[in-house]
């Protein structure tokens, strides 16, 4: 569908130079001189590189169309990540290069969405919480003042992640998916 270039929103799927893109950020600049144009700040959904391009506001672009499915995460194979669609029972596979970072998050079970765009999967969705274990944490130093001090920690998927004092090895926790950061000690 062709929408106009002053019509791009953050989150939407554009096709451009033949590949599918994310918009992560937009904006209008108007120069002194000349016409306005958007500004556009965006992710290529099969590779994860990040680009910006530029268009008049009288410009026309591609929008995608994108379908997100609730699915359930069900296991790990080599590098293919299988997936089953909770209304039609159906599996599905995707690579784990597309996850990218939020495979260390997937979990057995996990609810997840997953987006389609023309019947092809292009990128998962996962809770905004998750619960892990602390491994391994740095001793308290003391003398650090409780406000400030945050030591670092090793999660049981690998992942490291700054935490209390108070937290120990062995503790669980809750970690935010998107930018890795704790939340609080898990009930």
């Not at 999660?155 to 935010?176: D, R």
């Not at 998107?178 to 898990?186: F, G, I, K, T, W």
Request: net charge negative.
């Amino acid at each position: 569908m062709k929408i106009s270039a002053n019509s791009i929103r953050p989150g939407m799927v554009i096709d451009h130079e033949g590949k599918q893109w994310m918009v992560l950020k937009n904006q209008v600049v108007q120069p002194g001189k000349g016409g306005a144009f958007m500004q556009v700040e965006m992710r290529d959904i099969k590779f994860g590189n990040k680009s910006q391009a530029r268009w008049r506001t009288a410009d026309t672009v591609e929008r995608l169309d994108v379908r997100e499915i609730d699915c359930q995460y069900l296991f790990k194979e080599g590098d293919m990540f299988t997936f089953m669609d909770s209304a039609t029972y159906d599996q599905f596979a995707i690579p784990g290069e597309m996850l990218g970072d939020q495979a260390a998050f997937l979990q057995d079970n996990m609810e997840v969405s997953v987006n389609f765009i023309e019947g092809v999967p292009v990128g998962v969705k996962l809770p905004t919480t998750v619960v892990l274990m602390v491994v391994e944490a740095d001793p308290v130093v003391k003398g650090q003042t409780a406000a400030s001090s945050y030591k670092p920690g090793l999660l049981e998927n690998g992942l490291k992640v700054l935490i209390p004092p108070f937290i120990e090895a062995g503790t669980k926790i809750v970690v935010n998916t998107e930018d890795v950061s704790y939340v609080e000690r898990a009930k």
